[in-house]
């Protein structure tokens, strides 16, 4: 398959064209958000869902997190992550496969109604994981665009995946919030430097290949500002698959976790990785054939037990 987003490849750093579209649906007035948050979306790259969610859905998905995280001995070993210098758990994957609360989540209708409008195509999950940084030891998350991972190192073809981040405690501007570069999602900003073989091993703690240069990321910044969005539990943050983002790290006592999913087309499976000759293993990356989500309606915790 043609390669149109090469990267990791020349010895200086390229900023190209994007190729895909960015809202893949014509708007009508069936669509699952408006007119105004489809543009929006599509100018700048990133969009907020709020109360979507009763009260009593957030404590379901609050106290399944909670769960997930008390109990590592039950998940697969190889699915969490932990902090750099430390034993705190940092990332949980496949929580979508491992919890039935979290597998609900992604296939709710208020989630995957949107994914499916944006990207003009039944959906299915690339990548789920629960993201939790503690209070004091929560470590950053340096910018990147999970595309030019997913592209060089998973095989991901095109631009045409997104991923909603649903916050399960209160983000703030202090705790560590996503922070993006609104409007970067337009510009595909290529990486320098071979890949070397099991790179993810070292990249879920402290991301060292596939991280853009400083002068490109200044010169996105000062273009384009940079924005922290934030909110309370439930809240809900999708973003394009190319905006470049990031996060500091958690010097206060509060902690912040997110589920966060990805949904990817049908139509957009991953072929053989573009730049390394090993694909990432199965919970960072669903391979083969996939099948569209069902998508279910109806409040979270109806027929499933946290």
Known sequence: MQDFYPSR??????????????????????????????????????MLLENIFSDEEV??????????????????????????????????????????VMARLASDARLADVARFLLGDEVYIHQSRL????????REFYWHSDFETWHVEDGMPRMRALSMSVLLAENT?????????????????????????????????????GVPDEDSLAELAHAHGIVAPTGKPGTVILFDCNLMHGSNGNIT???????????????????????VDKPRPWFLADRGDPEPLTVERGPLFEGVSA
């Open 9 to 46: 490849r020349a010895a200086e750093a390229e900023m190209l064209p994007r190729l895909d579209p960015v809202v893949h649906s014509d708007w009508s007035d069936g669509a699952p958000i408006t007119a105004r948050q489809a543009a929006a979306f599509d100018r700048d790259g990133y």
């Open 59 to 100: 404590a379901f998905l609050q106290r399944a997190a909670g769960g997930l995280l008390a109990d590592p001995e039950a998940l697969d070993s190889d699915t969490i992550v932990t902090e750099p210098q430390s034993d705190e758990i940092r990332s949980i994957f496949e929580i979508h496969r491992q919890n039935p």
């Open 131 to 138: 993201n939790y940084k503690p209070g004091f030891k929560g």
């Open 173 to 209: 501007p202090h705790n560590g919030p996503l922070m993006v570069i609104p409007g970067s999602h337009h510009t595909y900003l290529t990486c320098v430097g071979e890949t070397p073989d099991n790179h993810y091993l070292r990249s879920l703690k402290k991301q060292e290949y």
């Open 253 to 275: 006592p509060f902690p912040r976790a997110n589920a966060f999913l990805v949904y990817n087309a049908v139509s957009n499976r991953l072929q053989k990785p573009f730049g």
